[in-house]
């Protein structure tokens, strides 16, 4: 992705920055509200804990909106929408910005399931701090057809413009993950390359991503350095895990160590941006 990158916009994000913002969520355990999905619920609550964050799955219609006004930042996450967990969504939502609270919306399957592609757009409108969803969901926020279920079928660059736009309207970042996860605020771009292919053989782990970008997004008031400090630590980890595991049952747990061990200096010295 060298040659794509020359042809982008340039971006002031360094290693260091990354690497503090890191810093700073492993020393302020952040406390994420996570309104979230029942596939993915307890591996964003584990990964949330390995980074150091503290996770709280407060989604009930009843307390949602009073948690959002205390947490730190909140994930709201559209994988397997029922009315109540909707009702939570839209308790939780209008709190955390009542509040200041940094909010980050997973579209899952935006533009090809009708009921939450309504909800997802009525969303965009309380302007999440980040936007983070696979290139078919950020497609179908912007008005195209959706993915397969919630797995994408497009490449993450056919999705930058439609990310920028939507950058554009909400004034926060969106993160378009895939083999290379591209990141934008609507001016700068950032490309990160890391991973691992067995990041798509475990559900939820796009979820779990999320999760780590609303526990970044409560350390720095910059939802772009936010997105791409989380998503550099959990896709360096991970190449670390890809490396010393034989499949993805080995690889998730490893994926916990790795997290729990990478340390800023690491990420400063390993990350290309
Ligand atoms: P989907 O909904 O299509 O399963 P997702 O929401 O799970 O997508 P992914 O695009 O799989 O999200 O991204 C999750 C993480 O996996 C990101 O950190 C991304 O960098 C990484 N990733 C995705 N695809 C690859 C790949 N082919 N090689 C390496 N890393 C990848
Ligand atoms: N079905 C509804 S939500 C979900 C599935 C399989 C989890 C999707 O997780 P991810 O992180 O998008 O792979
Ligand atoms: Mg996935
Ligand atoms: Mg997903």
């Known amino acids: 992705h060298d040659a794509e990158r020359r042809e982008l916009p340039t971006h ?21 509200q996570c309104l979230t999905n029942r596939v993915a619920t307890a591996l964003s609550a584990n990964v949330l804990l390995a980074a150091g964050a503290s996770p709280a799955m407060v989604d009930t219609p009843r307390e949602a909106r009073f948690f959002a006004g205390r947490a730190d930042a909140v994930l709201v996450n559209l ?53 983070r969803g696979n290139a078919s969901e950020v497609l179908g ?20 413009p439609t990310a920028r736009e939507l950058a554009g309207r909400t004034g926060g ?24 292919p067995w990041l798509t053989r475990v559900t939820g782990a796009g979820c779990a991503l999320g999760a780590l970008m609303a526990a970044c997004s409560a350390v720095t008031e910059d939802p772009l350095l936010a997105a791409a400090a989380a998503t550099a630590a959990y896709t360096l980890a991970a190449e670390t895990s ?4 034989c499949g993805p049952g080995s690889f998730v747990a490893s994926l916990l160590d790795d997290l729990h061990l990478l340390e800023p200096e690491h990420l400063a010295g390993r990350v290309v941006l």
């Open 12 to 32: 002031d994000l360094d290693a260091d920055a990354l690497a503090d913002t890191w810093e700073r969520l492993r020393t302020r355990a952040p406390l994420v």
């Open 79 to 131: 994988g397997t929408p029922t009315e109540e967990s909707m009702q939570g969504i839209a308790e939780a939502v209008p709190g955390a910005v009542e509040a200041g609270t940094p909010w980050v919306l997973d579209p899952i399957g935006a533009g090809g399931l009708p009921w939450r592609s309504g909800i997802a757009q009525d969303l965009l409108g309380h302007r999440p701090t980040i936007i």
């Open 141 to 160: 926020l912007g008005g195209g057809g959706g993915g397969r279920g919630a797995d994408s079928t497009d490449r993450p660059e056919s999705a930058l």
């Open 173 to 196: 970042a969106v993160a378009v993950s895939g083999e290379v996860d591209h990141l934008t605020d609507g001016e700068r771009v950032v490309l990160l390359g890391h991973g691992h």
């Open 242 to 245: 890809g490396a010393t595991s």
